[in-house]
Structure formats: structure tokens, C-alpha cells
């Protein structure tokens, strides 16, 4: 039996943080989260490109974007659509969420979605660094291991 997996090894890796101005109270805590755990992980201030766009619906087209350069190996999109009183949160969460999944596989390149869905605003702040850990951080490890497992699949498949 063959296992392929990937680790949390970083130096050298490249990332675009696509990040939605939108709920930026929510965003900003998940981007500094994003941040922290790359730092942590050795990824230098010059393999970090930050992206920011407008709202949540933008995410894809630029995460798409961003992953088609060729000096990012990983795309973390972060946001957060919070439920309202009109079906605009079904809309939206549902298209940023199909779009993000479509611009990894288009480009064949980690696009972590850490992009929040929640009920409420205490729910986004819950998931934005308090209760529940900060999702950014854990999008940012999704990335990092997510390249490393790419790269592990390239160098089993030129053996």
C-alpha cells in the first residue's frame, strides 16, 4: 500500500490571500488568523500577496485569477456572508462556494475556501478568533498542507 499525504513544511511556498472587503470586522479578524499561521510557518512577508475585493460574490473570479500566476502555489479566499432577512445569503453563499471550487479545479491549484457562512454575526466573530478557534488560521494550514500534497502527487507520478 501506497500513502500519499501532505505536511505542514512551508518555506518556499507561495500564497495570494483573496480577502472581502465586505464584513470586514469578520474578514480583517480571519486575514491577521491567515496571517498569523503563515508567519508561523516560516512563509516570508514577500510570498504573501493580500488581495482585497469588494464583497464576498467577488472572491472566485479573482481567486481564479490569482492561482492562474505562476508564482502562487496556493489561493486562501476569506470572508463572510452572515444570513439576513432576504434570501441574498443563499444566493450569495451558494455562488462564492461553487465558484471557489471551480477555480481550483480549473487551475489545478489549492484554492482553500475559508470564506465564513453563519446566522448571525456573534456566529462570524465566534469563528473569527474567539469560541471557536479562527478559520483563517486553519484555511491558512489547509493551504500550506494542500501544496505540499500537490507536490508530493507531482513527484509520485515523475518517479
Not at 485569477?65 to 479566499?77: E, G, M, Y
Not at 469563528?127 to 500550506?144: I, L, P
Request: with cysteine.
Amino acid at each position: 500500500m501506497r500513502t500519499i499525504q501532505g505536511n505542514l513544511v512551508s518555506k518556499g511556498y507561495r500564497f495570494s490571500i483573496v480577502v472581502s472587503r465586505f464584513n470586514e470586522v469578520i474578514s480583517g479578524k480571519l486575514l491577521d488568523g491567515a496571517l498569523d499561521f503563515l508567519h508561523r510557518s516560516e512563509v516570508r512577508d514577500e510570498d504573501i500577496t493580500v488581495i482585497w475585493v469588494p464583497g464576498a460574490f467577488e472572491i472566485p473570479l479573482v481567486a481564479q485569477r490569482a492561482a492562474q500566476d505562476a508564482d502562487t502555489d496556493a489561493v486562501i479566499c476569506l470572508g463572510a456572508v452572515i444570513r439576513g432577512s432576504t434570501p441574498h445569503f443563499e444566493y450569495v453563499a451558494n455562488e462564492v462556494s461553487k465558484g471557489i471550487a471551480q477555480a481550483a479545479l480549473h487551475t489545478g491549484k489549492p484554492v482553500i475556501f475559508g470564506v465564513l457562512t453563519t446566522d448571525s454575526l456573534d456566529q462570524a466573530l465566534e469563528r473569527a478568533g474567539s469560541k471557536a478557534g479562527n478559520r483563517g488560521f486553519t484555511a491558512a494550514s489547509s493551504a500550506v498542507e494542500m501544496v505540499s500534497l500537490m507536490r508530493e502527487m507531482d513527484n509520485g507520478t515523475k518517479a
